[in-house]
Nanobody
Framework: QVQLVESGGGLVQPGGSLRLSCIAS????????MGWYRQAPGKQRELVAT???????NYADSVKGRFTISRDNVKNTVYLQMSSLKPEDTAVYYC?????????WGKGTLVTVSS
């Protein structure tokens, strides 16, 4: 069983930065596809970014150039560095792990962008 625990959320002013972290238990992290999703109030959950085991990345158009996803396979941790934050980035951010048919979600961490 895999558990994902996110941290790093909080309140930040527009234009500010935050770094989210997600640590995974278990032994499959290094070969899994890791991702960050977010869900704003009243909206569906949406993909933010993914990073493959080899390091290739994919981003939603809305965050390209502002967010950076990275991973540390020794620490079983995936990061999301968020910069130039906007009020529309306000959401609960979820960590996701995918490997073959297995899917796991963290419980989420709230990011609020407001002055």
């Amino acid at each position: 069983q895999v558990q994902l625990v996110e941290s790093g959320g909080g309140l930040v002013q527009p234009g500010g930065s935050l770094r989210l972290s997600c640590i995974a238990s278990g032994s499959i992290f290094s070969i899994a596809l890791m991702g960050w999703y977010r869900q704003a109030p009243g909206k569906q959950r949406e993909l933010v970014a993914t990073i493959a085991s080899g390091g290739s990345t994919n981003y939603a158009d809305s965050v390209k150039g502002r967010f950076t996803i990275s991973r540390d396979n020794v620490k079983n941790t995936v990061y999301l560095q968020m910069s130039s934050l906007k009020p529309e980035d306000t959401a609960v951010y979820y960590c996701h792990l995918a490997l073959q048919l297995r899917r796991y979600w963290g419980k989420g961490t709230l990011v609020t962008v407001s002055s």
